[in-house]
């Protein structure tokens, strides 16, 4: 059974340290038991409270709020109310007294500490661009970590951002203009956020650029519990990420898209002559 001081001992010794801005994406379930109440709130506070500890009072804890209803079925997003649906740990975040969660109403973040003002608040129109909450998080050089899990195709939504920064070639800009709210006021604005296309077999794996990042020193895994942890920072994600796609602008795809001439995102119909 995991104890809250074997729970902060190992986010130590992974590198979070009192003051981080620290984001994190979870999969509790693979930690197994913990020294705690024995329930789902008991649970939860169990995390929360060793986070706060590794981070202290001028740490700041994010956590990803995603609403992706908004987007599948144009249900109306509000900033307050509407749930996270990216894990009990989250929403959990989401409802605590002082968090701030961003605006964007598809890929908000939550943020408890000093700098949640900093990154949450403002309009937030685009999903990955420079002013987004991703964005913000990249200038304040925040902490990225996985706990649950550490090589896996997917569950590092900074990933996404990465993808945006540089420019792939298998998304595009799509725009949203269902209702927004804050606390019941509608917001005006047109929302957008970079998706990618459907039907040339764009499947994402952030398995290797993971890799990429342990075995350039710029990520580390560590055992917590049953489970493991991955940690790496935003500059050590960009600077890598710049030169991996450089080399290879589908790394964090299974297979390159299958485009076809003539077709969108190609602009020129194939040759006649």
């Not at 009990?88 to 961003?102: D, K, M, T, Y």
């Not at 999903?127 to 925040?142: E, I």
């Not at 209702?179 to 459907?198: A, E, F, H, K, N």
């Not at 076809?260 to 040759?271: C, T």
Request: aromatic share 10%; charged share 20%; proline share 6%.
């Amino acid at each position: 059974m995991l104890t809250q001081d074997d729970f902060v001992a190992a986010l130590r010794a992974a590198g979070v340290r009192n003051g981080d801005t620290l984001m994190v994406q979870s999969n509790l379930r693979r930690l197994g038991s913990v020294e705690a109440p024995r329930s789902k709130g008991g649970i939860l506070e169990f995390y929360v409270d060793g986070f706060r500890r590794a981070i202290g009072e001028e740490g700041t804890l994010v956590v990803l709020t995603a609403f992706e209803d908004y987007a599948r079925h144009g249900m109306t997003f509000d900033r307050r109310h509407s749930p996270s649906l990216s894990g009990a740990l989250s929403e959990h975040v989401r409802c605590l007294p002082g968090a701030i969660r961003s605006r964007h109403p598809v890929l908000s973040i939550t943020a408890l500490g000093p700098q949640a003002s900093a990154l949450c608040d403002g309009p937030h129109f685009e999903g990955f661009g420079y002013d987004s909450a991703w964005g913000r998080l990249h200038r304040a050089n925040a902490k990225i970590m996985t706990l649950g899990y550490a090589i896996a195709p997917d569950g590092m939504t900074f990933c996404h951002y990465l993808e945006n920064l540089y420019g792939v070639p298998y998304q595009y800009t799509k725009l949203y203009d269902h209702p927004v709210l804050d606390d019941g006021v509608p917001q005006p604005g047109t929302w957008t956020m970079p998706v990618r296309y459907l039907d040339f077999g764009v499947e994402n794996d952030q398995s290797f650029f993971k890799r990429c990042l342990v075995e350039a020193d710029l990520a580390r895994i560590h055992p917590v519990g049953r489970g493991q942890l991955l940690i790496t920072d935003c500059e050590s994600m960009v600077a890598h990420a710049l030169q991996r796609f450089a080399e290879d602008r589908y790394m964090m795809l299974i297979r390159p898209p299958a485009f076809r001439r003539g077709e969108i995102p190609f602009d020129v119909k194939p040759s006649t002559a």
